[in-house]
């Protein structure tokens, strides 16, 4: 019996653009794992391997804050996107990323934990507002950032309301340098990540687990081109170096004008404003990125509950 399901080939092509015979050697091969399929198709370079970020399955919003030389993001998911539409929700939403400045670290229990505005916790409304809108919701995770001086920029790509939307930037600039200087940088840096999706701000800030993933397809490219060994270490090495220029902000061609790497644009912006600018660290949410959705069938739904 196959491991794995018509729904299963489906997925892996629109993850992949793979062909369907392609696709479904790969899940036999692999008994069925998606994951170890898609790598065995970009070994074989078969696969057109989209950013993991582009494909969002959960619903609700990120919110951004800024206060002083800090900044916050956070992401509250709801099971459809009527309820991220309701005012109710992105009150929510929006008071709770206010309540995340004040909150020292990273910590999304305490988050929940930490007082809210309008009495309670902010464990205590989120209750609340499943029991009222009749809807699961949860704080998912929650991210920020800061600098000794110098400037928070925040972002939102297509805002549902003024910071809240689906893919929320902060970028955050050490630096002496005016807001006058800071803040235009800084917008164009978050438009730049909302497009480019970094992994890390710098290559040794990579997921280890990912750069060793990738130097594996590289090494089974490398093999099925006969070349001798000496040669193939080197198209492995360069394979790896160059996922990591792609995918390290801080090497990437900025995309305003497809050939500047990030790096030397905030060198370019120092050197025009004459001090130095560091670009010290930065945030990007997309919402639902690395959440599966569960699939239904909406027809059954029906069916069943008028049976019901």
Not at 19 to 36: Q, R
Not at 57 to 75: I, N, Q
Not at 226 to 254: C, T
Not at 271 to 289: H, S
């Amino acid at each position: 019996m196959a491991a794995f399901t018509a729904s299963d080939v489906k997925a892996l092509r629109e993850k992949t653009g793979a062909g369907m015979m392609d696709a479904k050697k790969a899940l036999e091969e692999t008994n069925g794992d998606i994951e170890a399929a898609v790598d065995a198709l970009r070994a074989k370079g078969l696969a057109a391997v989209q950013k993991k970020s582009s494909r969002t399955a959960a619903e609700g919003l990120v919110g951004v804050a800024v206060e002083g030389t800090k900044g916050v993001a956070v992401e509250v998911n709801s099971e459809t996107d009527f309820v991220a539409k309701n005012d109710q929700f992105q009150d929510f939403v929006r008071k709770t990323t206010e309540v995340a400045l004040g909150v020292e670290g990273d910590d999304v229990e305490a988050l929940k934990a930490a007082a809210y505005p309008d009495g309670g916790t902010v464990a205590d409304k989120l209750t609340n507002n499943v029991a009222t809108i009749g809807e699961n919701q949860q704080v998912r995770r929650v991210k920020s950032v800061a600098v000794s001086s110098g400037l928070i920029v925040p972002y939102m790509h297509n805002a549902a309301a003024p910071n809240l939307g689906k893919i929320g930037v902060l970028v955050a600039l050490e630096s002496e340098a005016g807001a006058d200087v800071l803040e235009p940088l800084g917008k164009q840096l978050a438009m730049h990540i909302a497009a480019a999706f970094p992994q890390a701000l710098n290559a040794e800030g990579l997921d280890a687990e990912v750069i060793d993933r990738e130097r594996k397809i590289a090494a089974e490219k490398a093999a099925e081109s006969g070349k001798p060994a000496e040669v193939q270490a080197k198209m492995v090495d360069g394979a790896v170096a160059k996922y990591a220029k792609e995918n390290a902000l801080l090497s990437q061609v900025f995309v305003m004008d497809n050939k500047t790497p990030i790096a030397e644009v905030v060198a370019k912006a120092a050197k025009d404003a004459g001090t130095a600018i560091v670009l010290k660290d930065y945030v990007r949410f997309q919402l639902g990125e690395g959440i599966e959705k569960e699939e239904t069938d909406f027809a059954a739904e029906v069916a069943a509950a008028v049976a019901g």
